[in-house]
């Protein structure tokens, strides 16, 4: 009698075992499935492939590759946790049955070509070019265009001359005495005919008049 109940029962009750695979399985949530990737998102930078502790990731950055054997993969989900791009999931469902081991491979796009540098409207010119029309002339002190200066007052007259017509600068009319070849007198200071100055400030008195009267400035 109790086959009979049995047999009777079943006949009228759904079946205790799951209609698989003729009807998708629901999987528990937090299940381990197998390893997804967004190829788009990969930067091939290796990290999932160093933490993989079976070995089953190859990525290749010159072939823009990423590959997965599924047959070494464990699911620990290790390589989601690494990717920094967050392009890995550990997804549902277990892999498609295979009847040899082989890898799965993808290949992410080529990254798209940096912009070319715009040409600028006016390329800086080298050497006095650049200065030329640009500096400014006060005294002795010359202003280039970058903001930097220039003491002539250390050079020869002759050196002098030849900056300033590089730079397209008239040079200040010089004193009658020295354009003469004489030395000039200017406060303390002496010009002499060569360019270059001294300070008689610095003399004691009876030096001081004799490099006067030896100039002829006195």
């Known amino acids: 009698m109790a086959f009979t109940w049995s047999t009777l029962k079943n006949l009228f009750s759904k079946p205790a075992t799951k209609n698989y ?37 190859t990525v290749d950055r010159k072939e823009l590759t990423w590959a997965i054997n599924r047959f070494d993969c464990l699911a620990c989900g290790y390589c989601v946790i690494k990717c920094p791009k967050k392009c890995l999931h550990l997804v ?24 070319a540098a715009a040409p600028s409207a006016a390329p800086k010119a080298a050497g006095s070019a650049s200065a030329a029309g640009k500096a400014t002339l006060n005294g002795d002190i010359v202003t280039m265009a970058n903001g930097k200066t220039m003491d002539l007052s250390k050079f020869p007259a002759e050196k002098k001359a030849e900056i300033l017509k590089k730079l397209g600068l008239d040079a200040a009319p010089a ?38 009267q030896k100039l002829g400035l006195k």
């Open 175 to 212: 004193p009658k005495a020295e354009a003469e070849g004489k030395a000039t007198l200017e406060g303390d200071i002496v010009r002499l005919p060569n360019g270059k100055t001294m300070d008689l400030s610095k003399l004691p008195e009876a030096n001081r008049e004799k490099v006067l």
């Open 92 to 115: 549902p469902g277990y892999q498609t049955p295979e009847g040899e081991k082989k890898e799965v491979s993808f290949k992410r796009p080529a990254p798209a070509p940096k912009p």
């Open 21 to 57: 695979p003729a009807e998708p399985i629901k999987y528990p949530e937090r299940s381990r499935g197998h390893i997804e990737i967004d190829i788009e998102d990969c930067i091939s930078c290796s990290m999932c492939a160093r933490s993989c502790p079976t070995g089953a990731i």
